[in-house]
């Protein structure tokens, strides 16, 4: 998950149209589970066995008409369109599928995104990052158990136990960031500056969402293969699975297919307008976020992960892997890129998102129930996280219609202006200071019933530590209000706190861009 931040996380706890979802992860941020995750039980491994069928897309428009699925999803993004929604869809099952491009790809030009519009797709790069460690394997070039030592230099004695599984699963105890995505910021730089910050904990003991672990996944990549990143990836995962529309700069993009985000109203520009290097984003960010891909292109990779064109099964095996529980108590599992999230269906989700802060991607695939959600917006308003999520209950909730809306934020002069801000600041106060007992208090009398019953009282006192321990210390820079949602931003960093606030309550907490 890629942001200006790089940092991207977000442990989230939301009660949306009466189904309470809960998120204590650093990746996936708005993806979430349709219904309470603690009502499944545990699959084994063929749950991840390859069995969708491989359809077409069709460019624009709706297979089958007839089923509900399409019409009423292509009617609530429609509706969402007139909100504000720029971005292209594509939703399959078994009967069929919807792909389609709704609002501006550039609102100045006139120029309509469609399914084949290039978006940035964020963290949804790092699935890509762990499908060649793997690929590498296949090749005979290493194993994913080595030692980072053995293909980069000068890796110091704290980290020597570092291996690649630890950095492809982020427990290797490497901090989310180490700058800003568009810094100027080389290879040997970067690593210097990676291996001179002390790790949050000892390799394979914690998981903490690390960009900075898969930019040196990337390093490893070039090192071995003794091809640019994007070159290897392009070869070997891109072409094979017939991908022409994904990378940094090498596919041949007419320019006019590449989105133009937009922060608030504001024209951000094309990604590739951005401070990169002449041929790829510099270190902050390469590897672990910012390619490029259309709905369609992400459909490709979807289908041919179903087959072996770019992985084995032995590969995919490990590519889906639940190594590494994301958090304790969080219910989700890290794989090589991709994480996996129960369902109460007894089935799993396999996914994963990014950001930027102005682009927003998710990549949903129920393989088992052979249901696909790509969604990719290029304006990324209050509420659109939530989007393919309604998108899924339209499938999973016999009888759903979606009466979910989009907004645009509002900037507050400070917190003063808030009406609720001593409830904020209270909240701010308490997880800052992490006291077991005073997190119990605040929990009792300030969340609503819903989110306080989502979860035992230790995971909420877990959360609430994590939240503090990111933005302790750090002054309120902005504050932001869509709704009954409130984003504030903080000095020195760019992490965001989101709350949910419903008649005084919190009803919701994240940390994201």
Not at 16 to 35: C, D, F, G, R, W
């Amino acid at each position: 998950m890629e942001s200006n931040t790089k940092i991207n996380m977000e442990k989230n706890i939301i009660n949306n149209n009466s189904t309470l979802e809960l998120m204590k992860t650093k990746t996936i941020k708005a993806l979430a589970l349709i219904a309470l995750t603690t009502s499944f039980s545990s699959c084994n491994s063929q749950d991840i066995k390859q069995t969708e069928a491989t359809k077409p897309t069709d460019p624009s428009g709706i297979t089958n008409a007839e089923v509900p699925l399409f019409t009423n999803v292509d009617k609530m993004l429609t509706r969402l369109e007139s909100q504000g929604f720029n971005g292209a869809v594509i939703v399959a099952d078994e009967n069929g599928f919807l792909s389609k491009g709704y609002g501006w790809a550039d609102k100045e030009a006139k120029i309509k995104n469609t399914p084949n519009t290039a978006f940035c797709i964020g963290s949804i790069t790092k699935s890509f990052t762990g499908a060649a460690l793997l690929k590498l394997e296949m090749q005979g070039k290493l194993s994913v158990n080595d030692l980072l030592s053995k293909y980069i230099k000068n890796v110091p004695t704290d980290k020597k136990d570092i291996t690649l599984h630890h950095l492809l699963t982020h427990s290797s105890g490497l901090p989310p960031a180490i700058g800003q995505d568009y810094e100027v910021l080389g290879k040997e730089d970067f690593l210097v500056r990676a291996f001179k910050i002390k790790l949050l904990f000892a390799p394979g003991t914690k998981y903490e969402y690390s960009n900075v672990g898969y930019s040196v996944l990337a390093a490893v990549i070039e090192q071995v293969s003794g091809q640019s990143y994007e070159e290897y990836l392009n070869a070997n995962l891109f072409k094979p699975a017939e991908m022409t529309q994904t990378g940094y700069t090498m596919p041949k993009w007419d320019s006019k297919n590449i989105a133009v985000g937009y922060e608030g109203n504001s024209r951000w520009g094309k990604p590739n307008e951005q401070k990169w290097d002449a041929k790829a984003p510099y270190w902050n960010l390469l590897g672990n976020g910012g390619i490029l891909s259309t709905a369609e292109d992400m459909y490709k990779w979807h289908k041919a992960l179903l087959t072996d064109k770019v992985l084995n099964e032995d590969a995919k095996a490990k590519y889906y892997g639940r190594h590494v529980e994301e958090g304790e108590g969080a219910g989700s599992y890290y794989g090589y890129g991709v994480v996996s999230f129960p369902t109460p269906r007894k089935t799993w989700l396999t996914a994963h998102n990014g950001s930027n802060g102005i682009f927003y991607a998710a990549f949903m695939r129920y393989i088992t129930e052979k249901v696909t959600i790509i969604f990719l917006t290029n304006q990324l308003l209050d509420g659109i996280r939530e989007v393919p999520q309604e998108i899924a209950l339209h499938k999973f909730k016999e009888g759903y219609v979606s009466e979910h809306n989009i907004t645009a934020p509002k900037q507050l002069s400070g917190l003063t202006d808030h009406a609720h801000n001593k409830l904020i600041l209270e909240f701010i106060n308490v997880v800052s200071d992490g006291n077991d007992k005073a997190i119990e208090k605040f929990v009792d009398a300030n969340l609503t019933p819903e989110l306080k019953n989502a979860a035992p009282m230790n995971a909420h006192i877990g959360m609430f530590k994590q939240v503090g321990g990111d933005i302790k210390g750090k002054k309120i820079k902005s504050v932001m209000v869509a709704g009954s949602k409130t984003k504030i931003g903080f000095e020195g960093t760019p992490i965001l706190l989101n709350l949910h606030i419903e008649n005084g309550l919190i009803g919701g907490i994240g940390l994201g861009d």
